[in-house]
Nanobody, 124 residues
Framework: QVLLVESGGGLVQPGDSLRLSCAVS????????MAWFRQAPGKERELSAA????????YYTDSVKGRFTISRDNAENTVYLQMNKVKPEDTAVYYC?????????????????WGRGTQVTVSS
């Protein structure tokens, strides 16, 4: 059984930092792209960042570029999203996803595996 389990969400203030984790198990993801999507209330799920599991290549959308960093620890089978200088508009449920896609694939339907999400709320 393939599992992606997110953790690390919570309530933070604008300008704070937060690190999300995604623990993966159940198969090898060497040929996969791992991604963090987010979905705010009333909005569609959108890609924030992606990383090639084997290559380490990364992709960021303009809304998070320069503030968020995606990384992976192959030994720990974990993908991280370091969120710095968070803004209220970063408030959303953050989902970890895996897909056999190209690094800049923004369509959520192209991804094969999903976690259940972790809530991030940015508010003063």
């Amino acid at each position: 059984q393939v599992l992606l389990v997110e953790s690390g969400g919570g309530l933070v203030q604008p300008g704070d930092s937060l690190r999300l984790s995604c623990a993966v198990s159940g198969r090898t993801f060497n040929s996969y792209v791992m991604a963090w999507f987010r979905q705010a209330p009333g909005k569609e799920r959108e890609l924030s960042a992606a990383i090639g599991w084997s290559s380490g290549s990364t992709y960021y959308t303009d809304s998070v570029k320069g503030r968020f960093t995606i990384s992976r620890d192959n030994a720990e089978n974990t993908v991280y999203l370091q969120m710095n200088k968070v803004k209220p508009e970063d408030t959303a449920v953050y989902y970890c996803a895996a897909g056999r896609v190209t690094i800049a694939t923004i369509l959520s339907a192209k991804y094969d595996y999903w976690g259940r999400g972790t809530q991030v709320t940015v508010s003063s």
